[in-house]
C-alpha cells in the first residue's frame, strides 16, 4: 500500500521548516503496525494565532507520483479568493504551511515545473491545528500525450484513446500565455483521487471514470461534446458528470451521460461544464 498518515505525536511544530522536520523525523508517515488504518492525533500550528489573537490554521499532506515515489520540490499553494500561500515539498514528498485564514481551502499542486500535471483539491482548516490531508496525492506525469484541440473547434480523442471531446469556435478557451493548442490528458485511478468536498464515487469505484487535464485550467465558455469510449455500459445506463473548480478546489455535479448502444458514456444536453480539470463519471 502507498504510505499513509501514522500516529502523530503531539507537538509544537515552530514554522513550515518546523513541521517538515516532524514529518522527516517519522512521526507521520506509516500505517499502524496491525495494518489498521493509522490514526491522527491533534499538531497545533505555530503560530496558533496572529498578533491580534484571530486563530490561525495549517496544512500538510504527501504528494507521490503514480508509482508510488515521492514528488520532491513541487510547489503547493493554499488558497482563498483572498490569498494564496506557497510552500514546496520535501524529499519524501510532503509539504507543511503554515498561517492560513481558518477557511477552506484550494489546494494547488503546480506540478508542471517538475514534469507532473496540475492538480487542485480541497482542504477544510482547523483553528490553532494542522489540517492534514486524508490521504496521500498522486500526480500523473506530463508528457503522456500531446493532442491538439484547437480553440478553433474539433474533436480529440485523449487519454490513451478513452476519452472525446469535441467542440465549437469559440466553447473552450487555453490559458493566458499557452503556446501549443494541445491537451495533456491522463486517466485517473479513482482511488488516486485527491481529496474532495464530497466524494460521490465511494461504494461505486469499479463503475466509475476519472481523468485529470492540462493544461490548467481549460475553460469551458459554451456546450462541449464529452464521451467515454470503451467503457462497456449497459445502454442507457445512466451517470453524473463531476468537474472540479480551478477556483475553490470543491467537486460540482455538472451534467448528466447516458450509455449509448455501443456501450460508450455520453455526455447530455444542458451540462453546464465550465472546468476542465479534473473530470468524474459516476453510476446514477
Known amino acids: 500500500m502507498r504510505e499513509t498518515w501514522a500516529k502523530a505525536a503531539v507537538v509544537r511544530v515552530r514554522g513550515a521548516l518546523g513541521a517538515m522536520a516532524l514529518f522527516g523525523a517519522g512521526a ?4 499502524g503496525d496491525d495494518g489498521s488504518d493509522p490514526v491522527i492525533e491533534s499538531v497545533p500550528c505555530d ?3 496572529d498578533p491580534r489573537g ?4 495549517c496544512a500538510a499532506g504527501a504528494i507521490v507520483a503514480a508509482d508510488g515515489t515521492p514528488a520532491a520540490g513541487v510547489r503547493v499553494s493554499a488558497c482563498t479568493l483572498q490569498t494564496c500561500i506557497i510552500g514546496t515539498t520535501d524529499a519524501n514528498g510532503r509539504y507543511a504551511i503554515q498561517s492560513l485564514p481558518v477557511v477552506p481551502h484550494k489546494m494547488e499542486i503546480l506540478g508542471n515545473p517538475k514534469g507532473f500535471m496540475t492538480m487542485v483539491y480541497h482542504q477544510e482548516m482547523t483553528p490553532g491545528m494542522l489540517a492534514v490531508a486524508p490521504r496521500e496525492v498522486v500526480l500523473p506525469r506530463l508528457g503522456q500525450e500531446n493532442v491538439a484541440w484547437p480553440s478553433s473547434g474539433g474533436t480529440a480523442v485523449v487519454a490513451g484513446g478513452k476519452l472525446e471531446l469535441s467542440s465549437t469556435a469559440g466553447d473552450v478557451s487555453y490559458p493566458i500565455g499557452t503556446e ?5 490528458v491522463a486517466v485517473m485511478p479513482i482511488d488516486d483521487l485527491p481529496p474532495f468536498d464530497n466524494e460521490p464515487w465511494v461504494g461505486k469505484e469499479s463503475k466509475s471514470f476519472a481523468f485529470v487535464v492540462n493544461p490548467f485550467p481549460m475553460k469551458v465558455e459554451g456546450a462541449i461534446g464529452l464521451k467515454v469510449l470503451g467503457a462497456k455500459a449497459k445502454a ?3 451517470y453524473r458528470l ?3 473548480d480551478h477556483l475553490a478546489g470543491t467537486l460540482h455535479e455538472v451534467g448528466s451521460l447516458v450509455a449509448d448502444d455501443q456501450g460508450d458514456i455520453v455526455l447530455q444536453p444542458g451540462a453546464t461544464l465550465e472546468d476542465l480539470t479534473t473530470i468524474v463519471i459516476v453510476p446514477n
Open 28 to 31: 507521520v508517515g506509516a500505517c
Open 242 to 244: 463531476y468537474s472540479a
Open 180 to 184: 501549443d493548442e494541445s491537451l495533456d
Open 47 to 49: 503560530p496558533a494565532a
Open 236 to 238: 442507457g445506463a445512466p
Open 54 to 57: 484571530a486563530p490561525l490554521a
